[in-house]
């Protein structure tokens, strides 16, 4: 069955320090996978996606198919990344249709 | 750009009873999905709704149940409302038929008595 596990509730880091938010999925096909973030009292929002490559606010995300895992990293922290963080596994149930499986989030604390 | 809007924002209802949430998607996209988050998880696919067909849906009973209309806004509703139906419930609305790039609204706090 299609799964998307954050196994950590809550992290906390200090201001400054390296940040993985860890995330691993279970999918037979060609996975693909985003990180969404929802910030305090704004909405849920997409942060990237693995297809695209991309540095945002300087997050990244390697998609790992041997370890079946699309960790959230970020080498410095800052307060304004505190957020709720959910990754996120697209299953196509026809042609170019799908929805989202998403994890159950990681909080993020950056502490000053 | 008003982005996704939802409403209503907060409502109460009692067991048994019924719900209609209303969702209006980014101007030009056609395609709208619904989510029910529950404290503590993330959010859970309902349905997807594209150029007014169903073209998925999620593990939820009948008493779930939507449809889009001609300007591509969209209605929830929930009969026989039972306490597990308490959530967030979030709508997104996309340019494309598929699932990527999701632009969500501020969600239906509905409480279930």
């Known amino acids: 069955a299609q799964r998307v596990t954050q196994p950590e509730k809550l992290l906390s880091v200090f201001k400054g320090a390296p940040v993985e938010l860890k995330c691993n999925y279970s999918y037979s096909g060609s996975p693909e996978l985003f990180w969404y973030v929802q910030y305090s009292r704004q909405r849920l929002q997409l942060l990237l996606r693995h297809i695209s490559r991309e540095s945002i606010k300087g997050f990244t995300a390697d998609l790992n198919k041997g370890e079946t895992s699309f960790h959230l990293k970020k080498p410095f922290a800052q307060e304004e990344d505190s957020a709720m963080y959910y990754c996120a596994l697209k299953k196509y149930y026809g042609g170019s249709q799908g929805n989202l499986i998403f994890g159950k989030g990681t909080k993020l604390s950056v502490k000053p | 750009d008003a982005g996704v809007t939802q409403s209503p924002t907060h409502l109460i209802k009692t067991r048994g009873q019924h719900v209609t949430l209303r969702c209006s998607p980014i101007?030009?996209?056609?395609?709208v999905s619904w989510y029910q988050q529950v404290l503590g998880q993330g959010p859970q696919f309902i349905f997807q709704?594209?150029?007014?067909?169903?073209?998925g849906r999620g593990n939820f009973p009948d008493r779930f149940s939507a449809r889009q209309f001609p300007n591509y806004s969209s209605e929830l509703n929930v009969n026989a409302l039972l306490l597990g139906d308490s959530a967030l419930y979030l709508c997104?609305?996309?340019?494309?038929?598929?699932?990527?790039?999701?632009?969500f609204g501020e969600g239906s706090r509905l409480t279930v008595l």
């Open positions: 709704y594209y150029e007014k067909e169903e073209r």
């Open positions: 997104a609305s996309s340019s494309l038929s598929g699932a990527g790039d999701l632009f």
């Open positions: 101007s030009g996209h056609k395609s």
